[in-house]
Every structure is written in structure tokens, then in C-alpha cells.
């Protein structure tokens, strides 16, 4: 992991002699890195806001006439390697988890957080099917897999620390989602911490679920968002706002629960079956899942998070979340689509204001 850092931080180094965009030049390309692996040809996307937007193709229809071609990237190495490309002048937009993003920002990464996009993502850990383990307590000194630095470690030790524990309590594995659940079928780990995928392993009957954030506090859940660079925001803002505007459009309707049917078969097809995606997001309006608000609870997560990182020795300073929040992109979408009040605001406990 220090060694992971240590390769981030040159990277973060390295960007800040990349070169600047012209102020006056119109780009040939926006290109956006989506944190997950590809899955088909063309790759399907799924879980969030920008997923609609890429499935619909409204990006591509919104700069057709202006000649600015839109490019999709998907990184299998989740968000670590999303900031890497980003890190080095590859990307302007970004889909990511609030872990990777924190700890680049920290690092000396200039973005812009501009949109919720896929928040409170839900955490599941899941055990051998014939596991004798019955609680998370129960995990200590055993052998558990996590994606260190992605959206779900911070949940993972927010859920530990409720119950007595620590990652130094473990005997943690760092392996991505896909070997997780191969060494979790071999037995090789005594348990894992992910998202949906384990729900496929279960539906396969090769492990169990012992935890789910889907009954419990938004405060153990996963969250992402979309971020702009901060180069490519001072020499477009008018595009950022039109990106923006597309993405609000796409969360819209995806919010609308008359498309929830064919959002979440369209979803299925990313990798994670249809009846898993039925089972997540079960009594939970998408209107929950695909809210761009970066209200008092997402706030708050993110502020927690910039406080965790450094308590982990992951990053040495704090974040200023409120400073780095551009709101006003969001604020203009929202104004002129009419939709001020569509989404449900959460306090920092996870109730609805």
C-alpha cells in the first residue's frame, strides 16, 4: 500500500508540470475515466447518473454539432487508477469513489467535485456459504479481503469500528473485486467486503451474506461522484456547465420510476445480473441512488473521510471539502431544468430534511 502511495504521489507531482489547456482553444475531445472494470463491446456502464448518460448517449449527442468528440475510459483498477490517468493530463472528468479522490486531492491533485453521482452505494460482506461466522465482531484475526482504496474501505472501517474493530484487527487482504470472489469460492479468505457482486456469489451458492448496509444507517454505505480537472474547468467552464446539464438530465430520468424497469435491466448487462440490482436497490426509490445533491449528509462523508485518511496515515493533511465542492454548475442545472426541489436532502444523520 506504501509503495501504491509513494507511485500516486510521483504521479501527483508529475501533473503539476502537465501542460495547462489553451483558454481559447475549443477542445477535440472530452474525455471521462469511469472507475470499473469494462464489461462488453462497447462497454456497459451501470449504477449511476453518468452510466444513463453514457448508455443514452447524450454526451455524444450534446457536442455532435460543436465537433468535440466524447471519450469513455474504464479502469479495472477502480479509482487508484482513474486518478493515475488523471494525475498525468489523460482525463478531465472523472466517475469515482470519494476515497481515491480524497487522497489525490490531498496529494496535490487539482479538482473540482461537482455532482453526486451513484451516492450511497450499499456495502455487503459475505462469508464462505458453510462460514460458522454469525457478526463482524467475529472477523477478528480472521482473513478478509477489501479493495483498499476504493469507495468502499472507508464504510468497511466505519462498519469495523462500530463493532471493537480495526483493519489491524484483521488479517486484511487487498484484492480487487473479481479476485475476492474467487478466493472467497476457494475458501482461501475467511471473509469479504464489496458491493453487489457478492450477491452473484451468493445467488451461485458459493458464499453467504453475513452484513448488508441496505438495512441499516447511509452512513455505512459507498459514495461516488463526478469531479472535473481543474485545468480543463478554467479553460471550459461552459462546456463543465453543459457535462453538468447532461448528467442532471440523465439522473432525472433515470429517477423517474416509471424507468426503473429499464434502468435496471440496462444495468444487468454491466456485469452484475439484473436480480442483484433488484435486490439492492429493493424499497429504495432511485431517486435515492441517483440524486446529484452533495447535501449536509454527503457532506459530512466526505469531511469524515478527509479526517479517516489521515488518521490511517493514507494522506497527511486534511481536505477542505467545502472549499473544494463547485457548486455552481450543479446549482445553474438544477435552476434551469426546474428541479430545485426533486431530490430528497438528508441531514448528517441520514434523515430527510
Known amino acids: 500500500m506504501a509503495t501504491a502511495l509513494a507511485a500516486l504521489l510521483g504521479l501527483l507531482l508529475a501533473s503539476l508540470a502537465a501542460p495547462a489547456y489553451a483558454q481559447a482553444a475549443k477542445p477535440t475531445a472530452i474525455r471521462i475515466g469511469f472507475s470499473a472494470a469494462p464489461v462488453g463491446q462497447p462497454p456497459v456502464s451501470s449504477g449511476n447518473a453518468v ?34 490517468s488523471l494525475a498525468t493530463g489523460q482525463l478531465d472528468f472523472a466517475a469515482q469513489g470519494d476515497l481515491p479522490a480524497v487522497v489525490a486531492r490531498a496529494g496535490g491533485l487539482k479538482t473540482r467535485l461537482l455532482l453526486a453521482s451513484g451516492a450511497r452505494n450499499n456495502l455487503y460482506v459475505a462469508v464462505p456459504p458453510d462460514s460458522a461466522l454469525a457478526s463482524i465482531a467475529e472477523l477478528r484475526g480472521k482473513r478478509v479481503a477489501l479493495f483498499k482504496g476504493t469507495s468502499g474501505q472507508l464504510p468497511t472501517n466505519r462498519l469495523l469500528a462500530r463493532h471493537g474493530l480495526a483493519e489491524k484487527d484483521l488479517k486484511a487482504i487487498n484484492l480487487d473485486y473479481a479476485a475476492m470472489q474467487a478466493a472467497l469460492a476457494t475458501r482461501d479468505i475467511d471473509a469479504a ?53 447532461v448528467i442532471v438530465r440523465a439522473a432525472r430520468w433515470g429517477s423517474d420510476e416509471s ?95
Request: cysteine-free; proline content about 4%.
Open 51 to 84: 452510466a444513463i448518460a453514457h448508455w443514452k448517449g447524450w454526451l455524444e449527442e450534446e457536442f455532435k454539432a460543436d465537433g468535440i468528440a466524447v471519450e469513455w475510459y474504464f479502469f479495472r483498477g477502480a479509482g487508484p487508477a482513474v486518478n493515475e
Open 193 to 245: 467486503f464489496g458491493g453487489m457482486e457478492l450477491l452473484k456469489l451468493r445467488d451461485a451458492g458459493a458464499a453467504k451474506i453475513l452484513y448488508s448496509s441496505r438495512d441499516d444507517s447511509p452512513v455505512f454505505t459507498r459514495q461516488n461522484h463526478v469531479l472535473v480537472t481543474e485545468a480543463f474547468e478554467q479553460a471550459h467552464p461552459e462546456i463543465v456547465q453543459r457535462v453538468v446539464n
Open 259 to 353: 424507468h426503473r424497469e429499464e434502468v435496471l435491466q440496462q444495468w444487468g448487462k454491466g456485469g452484475t445480473p439484473y436480480a442483484a440490482w433488484r435486490e439492492d436497490l429493493l424499497g429504495q426509490p432511485l431517486k435515492v441512488r441517483l440524486s446529484p445533491l452533495f447535501d449536509p449528509l454527503l457532506v459530512g462523508l466526505y469531511q469524515d473521510a478527509s479526517k479517516q485518511l489521515v488518521q490511517f496515515r493514507l494522506t497527511r493533511r486534511e481536505v477542505d471539502v467545502g472549499r473544494w465542492i463547485e457548486r455552481k454548475y450543479l446549482d445553474r442545472a438544477l435552476r434551469e431544468q426546474g428541479l430545485q426541489h426533486y431530490w430528497p436532502t438528508l441531514d448528517a444523520q441520514g434523515r430527510q430534511i
